[in-house]
Nanobody, 120 residues
């Protein structure tokens, strides 16, 4: 059993900052790539940022230069530092992990999501 739990969402004014965290727990053998995705009302879920186990990162063009993804492998945790937030960043943010567990084969796991609302 593997679970991913996000935290850190909330309401912030434009130009402000938030730091999201996602902690994975359970019967984890290893976590390969991890990522953050978001879904705005009426929109498809989109990639925000990803990070490999070795620390290589990728970002959506819309957040590049403003967001930073990082991870602590010892804690099985991934973070998303969000600066200079814009109203367009509003949405539910989901954590994803490519997880190998001791009891199941490697597969994607998703967190429950955390709401980020940016007011103008």
């Amino acid at each position: 059993q593997v679970q991913l739990v996000e935290s850190g969402g909330g309401l912030v004014q434009a130009g402000g900052s938030l730091r999201l965290s996602c902690a994975a727990s359970g019967s984890i053998r290893s976590i390969n790539a991890m990522g953050w995705y978001r879904q705005a009302p009426g929109q498809q879920r989109e990639l925000v940022a990803t990070i490999t186990s070795g620390g290589s990162t990728n970002y959506a063009d819309s957040v590049k230069g403003r967001f930073t993804i990082s991870r602590d492998n010892a804690k099985n945790t991934v973070y998303l530092q969000m600066n200079s937030l814009k109203p367009e960043d509003t949405g539910v943010y989901y954590c994803n992990g490519d997880v190998s567990s001791w009891s199941r084969s490697r597969r994607d796991y998703w967190g429950q999501g955390t709401q980020v609302t940016v007011s103008s």
